[in-house]
């Protein structure tokens, strides 16, 4: 199984990244996709996520500036940030879980967004 995200960098804030995490080795449809972020010395929190049915939820902190959308055909999940704030600053990662807000069964390696 693999999840490798890809889209990171460093944007001004205000400006827009776009993630994306290319998922294989298992079958990407049963599996809720979501987003999840770590910044230095915290806690891992979740951003994002999209069921199977293509039910989306989100953190408080990003609503209304991040959209997670999923290509099932591709086996890939996408996360767009606008308006992005230094507060946004952490590695992103992608995660599969077997239902929405259950455990995580696979994640990525994540990749690095800076906003500055």
């Known amino acids: 199984v693999q999840l490798v995200e890809s889209g990171g960098g460093s944007v001004q804030a205000g400006g827009s990244l776009r993630l994306s995490c290319a998922a294989s080795?298992?079958?990407?449809?049963?599996?809720?996709m979501g987003w999840f972020r770590q910044a230095p010395g915290k806690e891992r929190e979740g951003v994002a996520a999209i069921d199977s049915d293509g039910s989306t939820s989100y953190a408080d902190s990003v609503k209304g500036r991040f959209t997670v959308s999923q290509d099932s055909a591709k086996n890939s999940l996408y996360l767009q940030m606008n308006s992005l704030k230094p507060e946004d600053t952490a590695v992103y990662y992608c995660?599969?879980?077997?239902?929405?807000?259950?455990?995580?069964?696979?994640w990525g390696q994540g990749t690095q967004v800076t906003v500055s």
């Open positions: 995660a599969a879980a077997y239902y929405c807000g259950g455990q995580v069964r696979y």
């Open positions: 080795g298992y079958t990407y449809s049963s599996y809720c």
